[in-house]
């Protein structure tokens, strides 16, 4: 389910940075940019004329291989993971950011410069509600040739655990847990990228890790290696001199956790993740991680947004009483019979309403509207949806009985499906910004068995009555 958790942020001002690519070895420039409410993060290539957006959705993902790529028009944004995780870790929800080349650098292999830089420049709370993904039930993905899986419950807040196990003494089974994505740049933001020195060989014939070094990522040794392996690993690193030892960790650089890999996968799984478009409510066991199966998931949950974004309908008990009755609305409406539309407040927060209007025959406009085929009147719909928003704002003083709800704008209305005699109309509206002054911003949707028939965006200010 989609929830209006928290006000949206972004950047105070913008941050400037630069280094080198892990697999490019070319050295790039970055600018983080704050963004206007509902933005998102996108990715700009500056280098490129006219500039290339890319926005941070799993759905742009074109690459998992060593890194997450994204991309659009044969246009790539390369090693994207440390700084969304960067970004999410800190609680902005809107940021462009800028980059002057194809990969993000990699700085020391973890997040901490874009952490501290971001801590430097400052937040700045904005006046819209971010979306949240609450989960509500189990989901599981599972990856039956590797043995990754990925468990998403149902929890008060997000919290990430994730298992590593790369069946070698040198780096052996660990875990990593963050039971507040506050603790990000404490806990996790300082974690090395890793490699085993088996792999390194690899990664140097594929003409990849350009920009690697023992100042940017921690290698375990699992397997002792020649004299020949030994020298492109010297000319590669731009080292003098290479201490291997047997299930140690090349020149025994010290680590800044004993579980600093299983910290580092779980960095990585935050910045993949975050390519869902929005933060995630619940408990997640990560299980071998890696980007294939991070990617995989955040298209599975990015999925089920989108299904529900098309519904959005809301999820009522009808067997609970409901929140106010129409003796409650009457005491707080001003409104009266015949043009009283709404029966009943099914649910009330400070962010949002829903409320509940029976469609009969012995509506007077039916006579009228149309003789012999009776449709409710899309205005009407209007109205009704309008009065259960007027409730919503009209809670937030002591004194309701003693206010008047205007109109003062009404935007990009829809209408879907016509509504007939015996029809029960839902209604739906969460503010889009905070409520200031006795005005109320909201979108609202109305559906009859669980269709979308009509929606729109309303502001209504309340405003004390002549005595």
Known sequence: MIKKKHLQKTLLKEINLEGIGLHTGLNTKLKLLPAEENTGVIFKRK???PNIEIPALASYVVNTERGTTLGTENILIKTTEH???????????NCIIEVYGEEIPIMDGSSKKFVDEIKKAGLKEQNIFQDVFVVEKNITIKND???????LVPNEKLSITTLIDYGTKALGSQNAVLNNIEDFSTEIASSRTFSLLSELEILINQ???????????????DKLIDNTSLNK???QFNEDKLIIEENGIVNNIELNYPNEAARHKLLDFIGDISLIGMPIQGKIISNKPGHKINVDFAKEILGQIKTEKKSNYPSVDFNKPPVMDINQIMAMLPHRPPFLLVDKILELSDKH???LKNVTMNETFFQGHFPGTPVMPGVLQIESMAQAGGVLVLSTVPDPENYLTFFMKIDNVKFKRPVYPGDTL???LELLTSIRRGICNMK???FVNGHIVSEGELMAQISKKNK
């Not at 003409?207 to 040794?221: A, M, P």
């Open 83 to 93: 700084i969304l995780a960067s970004i999410t870790g800190c609680g902005i929800n």
């Open 207 to 221: 003409n990849l890790i350009k920009g690697g070094n023992l100042d940017n990522s921690v290698v375990y040794v």
């Open 426 to 428: 839902i209604f739906k």
């Open 444 to 446: 609202g949707y109305g």
């Open 145 to 151: 040739e590797n043995g990754s899986e990925i468990i």
């Open 47 to 49: 280098d490129i004329n």
């Open 353 to 355: 309403v829903v409320g």
């Open 233 to 235: 690993l010297k000319n």
